[in-house]
């Protein structure tokens, strides 16, 4: 059983206008499949910035892949082959990349860094609800009393696994259904109709009794689904990843309500034999990458083919990226930033961010700095996905959240609209330096945001800048009591994002 109960949520107004409320209930409403690429996916090796290859070579020459190897997307940068798949969604407009994604004072820690992005938590924040589990309270705060009815007869969430994802926690209850195996799904004997006796033994018994009674109707919604539905797709691979994801898809065809089906595709961790050492394309991060990505490429061409491709996005995570160094066993280590993938009619195609900058001389320690906050990408997909208000993101996620054009195709469900400005164009000098800093750029709004961070991660400095708009602003910075080292400055203009390097002599 995987739906405890007894749940004392508070209500808080989610959507942006109350027909929202129906469409997400509906049959038409809009789903978003998570995957996670559980163990920190290598970033440098899956998103490959080509415009610094020459200092990859230099940083991990016995895992880089071979230039002439890489599937080039556009110019400066290009997916590991294994990933034909994607790149051909890519191609098609289906795929969006973006560059880059972590959060301040990154935790190099797997149990530490997933609780953090499962919850939408700051580094130094403790959650025990995830980001999904709070967003589904917002909306449903008597959950699970009176669940499931018939205005919402199915489940919430779906986790395809043998444990309710934490993603969907709320405060007492699992909003997830674990799905373990779709052709086994029993039903649960609900027990005897006696009066339960007034004391914390019937408390528990009453629980139970109702957490089967939950599970039982669930399950038989489920199944139901999965019997009405079917695949239309002959681009699946005879592999679990495969499966899972035609699973995904003919549960959406069968009418399923559910509004997120979560997947976990683990292995990432490649401290060792992360390639082949006689073929770098071939291994275990190839075969991992391939697995993500003909699948991705597969469901994508099914739920095309089943009418279904303007209600369902897919979205990747990883608990943190590698180091930009390699290690001894043809491997890499814990990192910082990773990038993440968004697939589905509706996206922005194309890279969001810039690419991260390589240099010739990358510390033993150093890894790919953030541009942009997870919580600001989880932000956007409840807003402009399932019609969150920012205020709502604003209170219960990032207090700085400013949406990023993830999605477009599809009518917005936002409030507020997000204008493409050009990329923010960043000076800094002198650099190397010895004491003063000056950082230069071209502001459009009121306020910038600046950030510095050491070389594992952690935030030093934030600052706010008023700006003179249409003008270039700037900033000397006093880096006299710094240690000598490699740091980071990030400029936040709007959703515009911007990293530079820096060594401090």
Known sequence: MTLPLLLNGIGVSALTRKSMLDELGGEDGRVLVLIKMGGGNDTLNTIIPLEYYDNLIKARPNIIIPQKKVLEIEAGVGFHPSMGGMRDLMEEGRLSVIRAVGYPNQNRSHFRSSDIWNTASGAKETKTTGWMGDYFTSIHPDYPDMYPNAEYPDPFAITLGASASETCQGPNTNFSYALTNINNIGTLKEGGEDIAPVNCFGDNLMFMREAVRQTNAYSSRV?????????????????????????????????????????????????????????????????????????????????IKLGLERRVMGMTYSEFGRRIKSNGSNGS?????????????????????????????????????????????????????????????????????????????????????????????????????????????????????????????????????????????????????????????????????????????
């Open 223 to 303: 199944k139901d689904a999965y019997d009405k539905g079917e695949n239309k797709s002959d681009l699946y691979e005879q592999n679990n990843m495969s499966l899972v994801m035609s699973i995904v898809a003919r549960l959406i065809a069968g009418g399923l309500k559910t509004k997120l089906y979560i997947i976990n595709l683990g292995g990432f961790d490649t401290h060792s034999a992360q390639v082949d050492t006689d073929d770098v394309t071939k291994g275990r991060h190839a075969n991992l990458l391939s697995l993500l990505s003909g699948s991705v490429r597969a469901f994508q061409d099914d739920i």
């Open 333 to 505: 280590d814990h990192g910082d930033a990773v990038g993440m993938f968004v697939f589905g009619e509706c996206v922005s195609p194309g890279f969001i961010g810039d690419n991260p900058e390589i240099s010739s001389d990358v510390g033993k320690n150093e890894a790919v700095p953030y541009q942009f906050d997870f919580r600001t990408v989880y932000g956007s997909i409840l807003v402009d996905w399932f019609g969150a208000s920012e205020d709502y993101v604003k209170e219960n996620i990032l207090e700085d959240f400013v949406k990023i054009p993830i999605i477009s195709g599809c009518v917005s469900t936002s409030n507020t609209n997000v204008s493409v400005i050009d990329p923010i164009d960043v000076e800094v000098s002198p650099n190397p330096t010895a004491d003063f800093l000056t950082v230069r750029w071209k502001s459009y709004l009121e306020h910038s945001i600046l950030f510095i961070s050491d070389e594992m991660g952690g935030t030093i400095l934030r600052r706010q800048v008023e700006n003179d708009r249409s003008q270039t602003s700037q900033y000397t910075l006093d880096l006299t009591k710094f240690p000598s080292g490699v740091y980071f400055i990030k400029v936040i203009e709007g959703h515009q994002h911007k990293v530079k390097r820096i060594v401090k002599i």
